[in-house]
């Protein structure tokens, strides 16, 4: 339903961080509640089982959990009968319906918004369900939205049909709530971005100190080949034989750099 008030969007997923407490464990297993939304617009997929439906947000549903293979691998020994399975999280029976890739990487700590604190590290996804019931304490928009924009709509397209989404949550006809996008690229970068700049200037001065030292051996072996040089071009040789052959000294010396650097 709420695609529909954003036709800008391709995919809305509302995320929560929470602790479950599994009977038979000494520690708390830290969790992201998500809506279906989430594994399309982060493109999760799981090894084993299936994600969740949106029947699986319906209040008298059943209670599921996505493990995370870590979570699998370490808490569970890689047991191959693990989907299916009913555990007991917060005291309530829950089933196991999947497990997620090994390579999928999942927003963590203050990955996904500054006001929002979710746990540090991951080990398995519940569904979020939300109450919608009128009223101006509507539960949506306690949530962080993440959102999959449609090819070739512009931000401000998208800003104005989210503050209608909102407007819609809140149940109210104003309100002061307003949307404000930031690309989940730079968020997820936003605290490594200094950094790695900081590192790419160093990398970029020393790459800059190793060309003026290596032009300078060079012009010192030009310099000191001026009469062989001056012998090429009494036989004859023009100012492009003599860069050409300058050059194609050095060039086997410019390969090798250039794709180990490469490599680097």
């Known amino acids: 339903a709420a695609l529909k008030e ?3 969007c391709e995919h809305l997923a509302l995320v929560d961080g929470r602790t479950y407490r599994i009977e038979g464990h000494a520690t708390l297993a830290n969790a992201l509640e998500v809506t279906p939304g989430f594994f399309e617009i982060l493109s999760a997929r799981v090894q084993s089982g299936r994600a969740f439906h949106a029947s699986d947000l319906a209040p008298d549903a059943g209670r599921v959990a996505i493990l995370t293979a870590r979570m699998w691998r370490e808490r569970f020994q890689s047991d191959p009968n693990i989907v299916g399975r009913k555990l007991m999280f917060n005291g309530a ?4 319906v999947g497990v997620l ?3 999928v990487g999942l927003p ?3 990955q996904l918004g500054d006001l929002m604190q979710f746990p540090p590290t991951i080990e398995l996804l519940a569904p979020l369900r939300v109450d919608m019931a009128p009223g101006p304490a509507a539960d949506g928009l306690q949530r962080a939205m993440l959102v999959k924009l449609r090819p070739g709509v512009s931000a401000d397209e ?3 049909q ?4 909102i407007l819609t949550l809140l149940k109210r006809g104003e309100g002061r709530a307003t949307a404000r996008l930031i690309r989940l690229q730079d968020q997820l970068t936003a605290q490594a971005r200094r950094p790695l700049l900081s590192i790419a200037a160093a990398a970029a001065l020393l790459l800059l100190i190793v060309c003026v030292n290596f032009g300078s051996l060079l012009f010192s072996r030009v310099t000191s080949r001026h009469g062989e040089l001056a012998t090429r071009v009494a036989l004859g040789a023009t100012r492009a ?3 050409r052959h300058t050059l194609s000294a050095a060039l086997g010396v410019i390969l090798i750099g250039g794709a180990a650097g490469a490599i680097l």
């Open 108 to 110: 963590r700590g203050e």
């Open 162 to 165: 989210l503050d209608r989404l």
């Open 93 to 96: 029976a829950t089933e196991i």
């Open 241 to 243: 034989d003599l860069i």
């Open 101 to 103: 890739q090994p390579e």
């Open 6 to 8: 954003c036709g800008a």
């Open 158 to 160: 998208a800003r104005a």
